[in-house]
């Protein structure tokens, strides 16, 4: 893990923004999008570089990371709707480029395992952006999800449906079913790129960072990946015990091996 402890979410935003540029330029590049409020820096600067620097999706393809049970396609709230809405509208995807889980489909079962062949078939995750949740779970891998997980149905907890009641007019209208990427097919993605931001998230990124690998915390799987990149405001990261550490690791990182800081506008 590269834990990189920056002064603010502008610069996390940016900082990820290039990262995910870096892979798309140098060509067809299939990336993992999540959703919730963490990444939304991220794609709009991503959007921005888009309309400003020439930045092209063309040859890039994406995979939604999960997506409700219940809700169609046309629902304001899927996630196939919110990633349309929060960057694929605004850049150039091909038409076919955006995958998205089924939440209407009548097997999920089925679905689940018809989506990891899709992503197998397109040759692999390059790089999979993920939010915290304040519990520690990654897309909706709740804790106690396994840590060999593939794609498929989970109950959310009703801290994670309170988190997410906002996004709804009522919070009983946040289902209680999701689809999900599972944590053993998050980790054959080749590059990892965890966001936390704020203090409320500190905790999680604490555990997932530096306590044991546990289902109890799904985010610690990640300890078991070769290529994690932990992006984090000072917040966020006030809960590390090893944050002078990461900074001077960061501080002294070869130039040889990519980005050292978030690029100025």
């Known amino acids: 893990m590269e834990i990189i402890v920056l002064p603010d979410t502008d610069q996390v935003a940016r900082t990820a923004a290039d ?3 870096e892979r798309v330029r140098r060509g067809p590049a299939v990336v993992g999008l999540a959703t919730g409020s963490t990444p939304l820096g991220t794609y709009r600067e991503l959007i921005r570089r888009h309309r400003e620097e020439g ?14 049970v219940g809700l169609p ?24 480029a955006v995958h998205g889980l089924d939440g209407e489909a009548a097997d999920p079962a089925a ?15 390059d790089v999979q952006i993920l939010g915290i949740g304040t519990d520690g779970h990654i897309g909706f891998n709740e804790p106690m999800s396994s840590l060999a997980s593939r794609t498929r ?13 906002r996004f709804f007019a009522r919070p009983d209208d946040v289902p209680e079913h999701v689809l999900t990427q ?3 097919t998050i980790l054959e993605a080749r590059h990892v790129l965890l966001l936390g931001l704020g203090e409320a998230k500190a905790g999680a990124v604490a555990a997932a960072v530096e306590g044991p690998v546990a289902a109890l915390c799904p985010a610690s799987a990640l300890q078991l990946h070769q290529h994690v990149t932990v992006l984090i405001d000072a917040a966020a ?9 990461y900074q001077y690791t960061y501080g002294k990182k070869p130039a040889w ?7 100025r506008r």
């Open 19 to 21: 990262i995910i540029e």
């Open 55 to 68: 930045l092209s999706f063309t040859d890039a393809h994406a995979f939604l990371l999960d997506e409700y």
């Open 73 to 96: 396609a046309s629902h304001p709230e899927s996630y196939r709707s919110v990633i349309r809405r929060e960057i694929a509208d605004h850049v150039d995807f091909a038409s076919d």
């Open 111 to 125: 679905e689940a395992a018809r989506y990891d062949a899709s992503i197998a078939a397109a040759g692999g995750i």
């Open 153 to 165: 149905i989970k109950t959310l907890t009703e801290q994670t449906r309170r988190d997410n009641a």
């Open 182 to 184: 599972g944590l053993g």
């Open 237 to 245: 990261a006030s809960e590390l015990e090893h944050t002078e550490y």
């Open 257 to 263: 091996q990519g980005f050292r800081a978030a690029r």
